[in-house]
């Protein structure tokens, strides 16, 4: 099993920043693709941003410019720097690793979800 665990939301004003991390722990082989997401109340989860093993990144046009993916692949760890926030990107925020088993399989885990709230 593979467990995620992320931290760092919390409430912020307008134009701040917030920085997210998110670690994997337990039975990985190796992680492909790591990624954030968010989920407003109503709406389908949003692929805010991901990364692969290699370092390729992938943005969704909301948060170009001011969002950062990153990663530390020794310790299985992803990233997210936050900054200008605005009022619409209040949402819970969630971690998602692309896991590989030996045989090449692919299993994704998800984090337990941390909430941002931008106000004022």
């Known amino acids: 099993q593979v467990q995620l665990v992320e931290s760092g939301g919390g409430l912020v004003q307008p134009g701040g920043s917030l920085r997210l991390s998110c670690a994997a722990s337990?039975?990985?082989?190796?992680?492909?693709?790591m990624a954030w997401y968010r989920q407003t109340t109503g709406k389908q989860r949003e692929l805010l941003a991901d990364?692969?093993?290699?370092?390729?990144?992938n943005y969704a046009d909301s948060v170009k410019g001011r969002f950062t993916i990153s990663r530390d692949n020794a310790k299985n760890t992803v990233y997210l720097q936050m900054n200008n926030l605005k009022p619409e990107d209040t949402a819970v925020y969630y971690c998602?690793?692309?896991?590989?088993?030996?045989?090449?399989?692919?299993?994704?885990?998800w984090g337990q979800g941390t909430q941002v709230t931008v106000s004022s």
């Open positions: 998602n690793a692309a896991v590989l088993t030996p045989v090449a399989s692919r299993y994704d885990y």
């Open positions: 337990g039975s990985i082989f190796r992680i492909s693709t």
């Open positions: 990364q692969t093993s290699g370092g390729r990144t």
